[in-house]
């Protein structure tokens, strides 16, 4: 996840979920194909999808092109969510980009929209660095 290149990464929570991440350096942009089980009852994209989708797409934006194998992991401290407009279908896209921070806290702030360019939603987290620990793998 470094150095300009694209990583491709489905594992883990993102099998479950069923999101790709790619990422290149201090970014990541996630990608979902909707189905039934990532709508409410309501029909419409379920809000902790989308707040599942953005958490993800921050962290992996935190993560892509920090080298230090001291420091493998992160974990959310807080993660700001604004609803702006419901799907039914269709592709969620976010795109996930570094802010700021330091050795231990980053921030990082993300846009979800559809396949027309339309904005979903918006956030911004804030995520500490765990070091000393094992590579998270999904």
């Not at 707040?51 to 974990?75: Q, R």
């Amino acid at each position: 996840m470094s150095g300009g290149d694209t990583t491709e990464l489905l594992d883990g929570f993102r099998t479950l979920v069923g999101y790709v991440v790619e990422t290149t350096p201090q970014r990541a942009k996630l990608t979902l194909e909707l189905g039934p089980k990532h709508l409410n009852r309501a029909g419409v994209l379920h809000g902790g999808v989308l707040m599942t989708a953005f958490d993800s797409a921050c962290g992996y934006a935190c993560m892509a092109g920090h080298d230090d194998p001291e420091t493998p992991s992160l974990v959310t401290v807080t993660m700001t969510t604004n609803f702006i407009k419901s799907l039914d279908g269709g592709t969620l896209y976010v795109d996930a980009w570094l802010t700021g921070g330091g050795r231990s806290t980053v921030f990082a702030e993300a846009r979800a929209y559809d396949a027309k360019d339309r904005t979903v939603g918006t956030a911004s987290g804030t995520f500490r660095r765990l070091r000393g620990r094992p590579k998270a793998t999904g």
